[in-house]
């Protein structure tokens, strides 16, 4: 059974740090290229950050100079490092695996950045 659990998020002050994990099981996780996405209130699921197979990274333009995404191979586990936080990255944070046809996601994980 596929699944993708993220764990980390919670209530942060602006211009602070959380590192969200997301722990696969069930599929080849090394194999699948995995990605973050974000949606908040009353706006569509956007991209936050993908990584591929090979480690290659790719960022939306907002996030880029403060977040990280990296994944463990051996641990099955996808992470994302925020610093330097915003109210505006309120949202719910979802991990994602693709790889052809096969489309996983997980259940998500709320990040409140607010003072």
């Known amino acids: 059974q596929v699944q993708l659990v993220e764990s980390g998020g919670g209530l942060v002050q602006p211009g602070g740090s959380l590192r969200l994990s997301c722990a696969a099981s069930g599929f080849s996780f090394s194999a699948y290229a995995m990605s973050w996405y974000r949606q908040a209130p009353e706006k569509e699921r956007e991209l936050v950050a993908a990584i591929t197979s090979a480690g290659r990274t790719n960022y939306a333009d907002s996030m880029k100079g403060r977040f990280t995404i990296s994944r463990d191979n051996v641990k099955n586990t996808l992470y994302l490092q925020m610093n330097s936080l915003k109210p505006e990255d309120t949202a719910v944070y979802y991990c994602?695996?693709?790889?052809?046809?096969?489309?996983?996601w997980g259940q998500g994980t709320q990040v409140t950045v607010s003072s």
């Open positions: 994602n695996a693709k790889l052809a046809w096969n489309n996983y």
